[in-house]
């Protein structure tokens, strides 16, 4: 089975998220991307407990353009510590994988 690479990361608002997404498929950086409804995260920061309304967004990509992917991610970012995970899969239909990486070529 081949391999693909899901990064996801969450941001306070659809807008962003928003932006997030185009930026990686219009960069060729992600084949597609995907903006999830809200979620409600609780978290230490700065010595308190907080809640906050997040949205998520999953990036679909080939594994040789993760570490730009990444970088992207985190440069448009809003947040001071980012949550950016890399989660690497293998993918049950070889024409996705093929269809990922050909899609993330610049």
């Excluded at 084949?31 to 407990?49: K, L, N």
Aim: net charge negative; charged share 20%.
């Amino acid at each position: 089975m081949e391999q693909i690479c899901v990064v996801t990361t969450v941001v306070d608002a659809r807008s962003v998220a928003d932006v997030l997404a185009a930026t990686a498929v219009a960069g060729r950086l992600a084949a597609c991307a995907q903006v999830g409804g809200q979620v409600d995260s609780t978290y230490w920061w700065q010595d308190r407990m907080e809640t906050t309304t997040e949205w998520s967004v999953q990036f679909k990509t080939a594994p040789d353009r993760v570490d730009a992917l990444v970088a992207q991610v985190r440069a448009g970012h809003p947040y001071e510590v980012p949550e950016v995970l890399v989660t690497r899969v293998e993918c049950g239909a070889p024409a996705y994988a093929d269809w990922v990486r050909e899609q993330t070529r610049p």
